[in-house]
């Protein structure tokens, strides 16, 4: 058994290569969530519920400018013919270079609107400097979507694990400074930069240069321009709870509200950046159409990927107050009803997670 375990997670096959990408990036993620857990404990005894409150404002609106703004550069890299094509690559670095810059010039107009809407003058700075990391994530190597068009998971993962004890460590020194939003701020802008450093240092391949090819150009529009219109929606579907949510509602409330979804979304987490790495490669080398044994193959995949993730999501539904009487003071108790029916709502959506990139990997970006 030994010996077979070893061929299995050794070889360059494609059943091996997924078999030892999952591996590593669930142990990534699983070690990845223990020190975010641990983080998320000790920033809860340092800062205030109104904190998180705030924070989780800054950070809905930063992901909405990303999803409003997702030309789906990374699936087109993971699906395309030329996706090792230096040509492409550095046309798609590009793109997502203007992309940051433009973002950041949008959160910066829109700081003093949100600010207004939700009550919270703070927001005026809080917006354009957190934005300032989108500027930086422009700047990422296109090595990073190489490594997951290929299934190479294991620097990548090494890499995302020191990024998170990074940022862990500046939220916690700087909270312990300034006893503020301040302080969750600015550690994820320094978290990013650093993250940014150790691709470049440690992913290898052949580095970035400016230049827009327009066969390129016409590519990455036309596959991505569906791609817009799917985050679209997803952005509604995923966070318009939060958008109103976080202007109704207190900010210590909302705060609570945020550390739930955190905790039940956990499942569907792990599951979307399994799938996110492995259902395009897997797909795009193993169709299912062209024999019974990829389908087959690919089927057996999803089951086993599904019932995981399905046992985690119920033991969150059944369990999540006690995690939390278990995990928080007092002031957080509240979050345990909400992690119970949040995990319970989220169940459905498990279903979709297992094949909705597998046309991606086709790319008609159209039909997903």
Not at 55 to 75: C, K, N, Q, R, Y
Not at 198 to 217: D, K, S
């Amino acid at each position: 058994m030994t010996s077979a375990l070893r061929a299995l997670f050794s070889g360059e096959s494609l059943l091996q290569r997924a078999a030892r990408n999952s591996v590593i990036t669930l142990g990534g993620f699983a070690t990845g969530q223990v020190i975010r857990l641990a983080s998320n404990l000790i920033l809860t005894r340092l800062l205030f519920p109104e904190a998180f409150g705030t924070m989780a404002i800054v950070l809905v609106f930063m992901i909405g400018l990303t999803m409003f703004s997702d030309m789906g550069i990374g699936p087109a890299i993971m699906q395309s013919k030329r996706g090792d094509d230096p040509a492409f690559l550095n046309t798609a670095w590009t793109i997502q270079i203007m992309r940051g810059f433009a973002l950041w010039f949008v959160a910066t107009a829109l700081a003093w609107p949100v600010a207004t809407i939700y009550g919270v003058p703070e927001l005026v700075w809080y917006l354009p400097v957190a934005a300032l990391g989108l500027i930086v994530m422009g700047f990422f190597p296109t090595r990073l979507e190489t490594a997951n068009r290929h299934m190479r998971a294991g620097r990548l993962t090494l890499i995302e694990l020191a990024h998170q004890l990074v940022s862990v460590t500046a939220a916690i020194g700087l909270a312990l400074l300034l006893q503020s939003v301040w302080a969750l701020v600015l550690s994820g802008l320094i978290a990013t930069i650093i993250h940014l450093i150790m691709l470049n240092i440690f992913l290898p391949g052949e580095r970035n240069r400016i230049a827009l090819e327009r066969p390129a150009v016409t590519e990455l529009v036309t596959f991505g321009k569906w791609i817009f219109l799917s985050t679209v929606c997803g952005f509604v579907i995923v966070q318009a709870d939060k958008v109103m949510i976080g202007a109704w509602l207190p900010l210590d409330s909302f705060g609570l509200y945020n550390i739930a979804y955190f905790l039940a979304s956990l499942p569907y987490m792990l599951g979307a950046m399994v799938m996110g790495r492995l259902l395009i490669p897997l797909y795009r080398e193993s169709p299912p159409l062209a024999s019974d044994e990829n389908r087959r193959r690919l089927q057996m995949m999803r089951r086993v990927a599904l019932s995981g993730l399905s046992i985690l999501v119920t033991i969150l539904a059944f369990g999540g107050t006690l995690l939390v009487d278990l995990l928080y003071d007092d002031r957080y108790r509240d979050a345990g009803a909400m992690v119970v029916l949040i995990a319970a709502v989220q169940m459905p959506s498990l279903l979709v997670l297992t094949s909705d990139q597998a046309v991606l990997a086709y790319g008609a970006s159209r039909r997903f």
